[in-house]
């Protein structure tokens, strides 16, 4: 096989055995049919959270409830007690200030988004960051005297870049949320429902973005734009990373499982740990209150409420991070199904645990709630359906631009003799001259052709290294079957 980087050595196709194995545990026909199940659920769970949520609302009278019933937030009032500009609000018929529109609403706003790009394009830099790793870690392991196989060395390096991956997302989101709360009171919203839509969208999309990019790199950039030897497409004098002839599918499991596992075990120690850590806070004010006063009839009756001042204090928003994992997981369980298939189970487990520690820290942990009239769930239910359109989108394109289905389905209908995959393989991969190259050469000069994985025309022929006709005929199949699989399950939500 052809070298991997610039530096790399030429290497032999069975390293890559073990790998192959464990793509095809993934990457098999019944992924297509689970990708297809799981987009009647998704359509299935929102049509019964839609009629779950009406009927709630009709039970608790919130059918006629309108959001100008809201009284104004505080902090919009204490930020315009100084504007001079007033209006009447026809709901409760009360004098409020009006935010002057050029002077503060127009300039705060153009600020917010600017500041969200500037963040969107900071995961994005993470993200590129984590690919130079990637392609350092696996250059030095190959270019090194390492016995280390091609598999173990894939494996490895997409393992540890998943991990750094996974720390790189918590840290950026403590400086989302952050920022995103001071954005949001920027923009001088006028009631907590509406300061909450604002900040959610906002939220969300950084922390999409931030868990996400790098999965729809794997899925749908890497190992695509290559080129070929001795013709790379290189960014700032550097070839791009490949995909092993098994594709990108494995790796693409991998950083998921790793993404999505180390996000659910993070948030369920931290969600105790958070909580454990305020009510000792609170306890030694209390004790430090307690040692000041030395009444008798003190004891006797603050008792009930001392214990109550230990616990920490729920929030108009502690629901929101709650929403915010639910929400997300349903994005690993619905986007991109078709690469981990185990993602469901790892949700059900995780949901499991969650209900009992939700419980023991609700009721342990945080003082009682303070409820608030709400129509429904808000921005989070178009939120979900968005992501549920997306997901059919994302797992149609995975199944036939990143899985070989396609072309194995090809080959078996049309090219092999006997009906089965024998000689697939060698159909998958091109040949290469090595002397077309002056940094092949210079390895080895006891090799003559090397393969790689595409579909272009032979050394020998006069078109070579073109891109053959199997290429747009099995391009052709996988954007028929992108259709076919978008208009089928259109058809099934409809």
Same mark, same amino acid.
């Given at each position: 096989m052809?070298?991997?980087?610039?530096?790399?050595?030429?290497?032999?196709?069975?390293?890559?055995?073990?790998?192959?194995?464990?793509?095809?545990?993934?990457?098999?026909?019944?992924?297509?049919?689970?990708?297809?199940?799981m987009?009647? &659920?998704?359509?299935?769970?929102?049509?019964?959270?839609?009629?779950?949520?009406a009927?709630i609302t009709?039970?608790?009278?919130l059918?006629?409830?309108d959001?100008?019933?809201?009284?104004p937030?505080?902090?919009?009032l204490?930020?315009l007690?100084?504007?001079?500009?007033?209006?009447?609000?026809?709901v409760?018929?009360?004098k409020?200030?009006?935010?002057?529109f &050029?002077?503060?609403?127009?300039?705060?706003t153009?600020?917010s988004f600017?500041?969200?790009?500037l963040?969107?394009?900071?995961?994005?830099?993470?993200?590129?960051g984590?690919?130079?790793?990637?392609?350092?870690?696996l250059?030095?392991?190959?270019?090194g005297?390492?016995?280390?196989t091609?598999?173990?060395?894939i494996?490895?390096?997409?393992?540890?870049?998943?991990?750094?991956?996974?720390c790189l997302?918590?840290?950026?989101?403590?400086?989302y949320?952050?920022?995103a709360e001071?954005l949001?009171?920027?923009?001088?919203?006028?009631?907590?429902?509406?300061f909450?839509?604002?900040l959610?969208?906002?939220?969300?999309?950084?922390q999409?973005?931030?868990?996400y990019?790098?999965i729809?790199?794997?899925?749908?950039f890497?190992?695509?734009?290559?080129?070929?030897?001795?013709?790379?497409n290189?960014?700032?004098?550097?070839?791009?990373?490949?995909?092993?002839?098994?594709?990108?599918?494995?790796?693409?499991?991998?950083?998921?499982?790793?993404?999505?596992?180390?996000?659910?075990?993070?948030?369920?120690i931290?969600?105790?740990?958070?909580?454990?850590f &305020?009510?000792?806070?609170?306890?030694?004010?209390?004790?430090?209150?307690?040692k000041?006063?030395?009444?008798?009839?003190f004891?006797?009756?603050?008792?009930?409420?001392l214990?109550?001042?230990?616990?920490?204090e729920?929030?108009p928003?502690?629901?929101?991070?709650?929403?915010?994992?639910?929400?997300l997981?349903?994005?690993f369980?619905?986007?991109?199904?078709s690469?981990?298939?185990?993602?469901p189970?790892?949700?059900?487990?995780?949901?499991?645990?969650?209900?009992?520690?939700?419980?023991?820290?609700?009721?342990?942990f945080?003082?009682r709630p303070?409820?608030?009239?709400?129509?429904d769930?808000?921005? &989070?239910y178009r939120?979900?359906?968005?992501i549920?359109?997306?997901?059919?989108?994302?797992?149609?394109?995975?199944?036939?631009?990143?899985s070989?289905?396609?072309?194995?389905?090809?080959?078996?209908?049309?090219?092999?003799?006997?009906?089965?995959l024998?000689?697939y393989?060698d159909?998958?991969?091109?040949?290469?001259?090595?002397?077309?190259s002056?940094?092949?050469?210079?390895?080895?000069?006891?090799?003559?052709?090397?393969k790689y994985?595409?579909?272009?025309e032979p050394a020998?022929?006069?078109?070579?290294?073109?891109?053959?006709n199997m290429?747009?005929?099995?391009?052709?199949c996988?954007?028929?079957?992108?259709?076919?699989?978008?208009?089928?399950?259109?058809?099934?939500?409809?």
């Amino acid at each position: 096989m052809c070298p991997l980087c610039d530096w790399c050595e030429f290497w032999k196709l069975q390293e890559t055995c073990f790998y192959s194995k464990i793509t095809y545990l993934i990457d098999n026909p019944s992924t297509v049919f689970f990708a297809v199940f799981m987009s009647f &659920w998704a359509t299935l769970f929102l049509e019964l959270w839609k009629r779950y949520s009406a009927e709630i609302t009709h039970r608790w009278d919130l059918t006629g409830f309108d959001v100008h019933e809201e009284h104004p937030r505080p902090q919009y009032l204490a930020r315009l007690s100084h504007v001079r500009k007033t209006r009447i609000d026809y709901v409760t018929n009360t004098k409020e200030p009006r935010a002057p529109f &050029w002077r503060m609403k127009l300039p705060a706003t153009v600020f917010s988004f600017s500041v969200v790009l500037l963040l969107v394009a900071l995961a994005f830099a993470a993200v590129i960051g984590v690919v130079m790793y990637r392609m350092s870690i696996l250059t030095l392991i190959k270019v090194g005297n390492n016995k280390m196989t091609t598999s173990e060395a894939i494996m490895i390096t997409t393992a540890s870049a998943a991990c750094i991956n996974l720390c790189l997302i918590y840290i950026l989101n403590y400086i989302y949320t952050f920022l995103a709360e001071y954005l949001t009171e920027l923009e001088l919203w006028r009631t907590q429902t509406e300061f909450d839509d604002s900040l959610t969208l906002k939220i969300y999309l950084l922390q999409f973005v931030n868990y996400y990019a790098s999965i729809f790199y794997i899925a749908f950039f890497k190992g695509k734009f290559v080129g070929r030897p001795g013709s790379y497409n290189k960014i700032f004098d550097y070839r791009q990373e490949e995909c092993s002839s098994g594709g990108c599918l494995t790796e693409l499991s991998i950083q998921l499982a790793i993404i999505m596992v180390g996000k659910q075990a993070m948030n369920t120690i931290l969600e105790m740990l958070i909580p454990m850590f &305020w009510k000792w806070v609170n306890m030694m004010k209390v004790g430090i209150f307690k040692k000041n006063r030395h009444s008798a009839s003190f004891k006797g009756k603050g008792e009930r409420w001392l214990r109550d001042l230990k616990l920490v204090e729920w929030g108009p928003r502690s629901l929101f991070p709650e929403y915010l994992e639910m929400v997300l997981q349903y994005g690993f369980v619905t986007i991109f199904v078709s690469a981990f298939p185990l993602a469901p189970l790892f949700a059900l487990l995780n949901n499991i645990l969650e209900m009992r520690l939700d419980a023991k820290k609700l009721l342990t942990f945080y003082r009682r709630p303070v409820t608030q009239r709400v129509r429904d769930i808000g921005v &989070w239910y178009r939120i979900l359906d968005s992501i549920g359109k997306l997901s059919v989108i994302t797992n149609g394109f995975i199944i036939a631009f990143t899985s070989d289905f396609i072309p194995r389905l090809l080959y078996r209908y049309s090219e092999s003799k006997d009906g089965t995959l024998n000689g697939y393989l060698d159909f998958t991969l091109s040949s290469f001259n090595v002397s077309d190259s002056d940094t092949l050469k210079n390895l080895q000069r006891n090799i003559t052709l090397c393969k790689y994985a595409d579909y272009r025309e032979p050394a020998g022929n006069e078109k070579k290294y073109e891109l053959s006709n199997m290429f747009y005929i099995i391009l052709a199949c996988r954007l028929a079957f992108v259709v076919l699989f978008e208009v089928r399950s259109l058809f099934n939500k409809s």
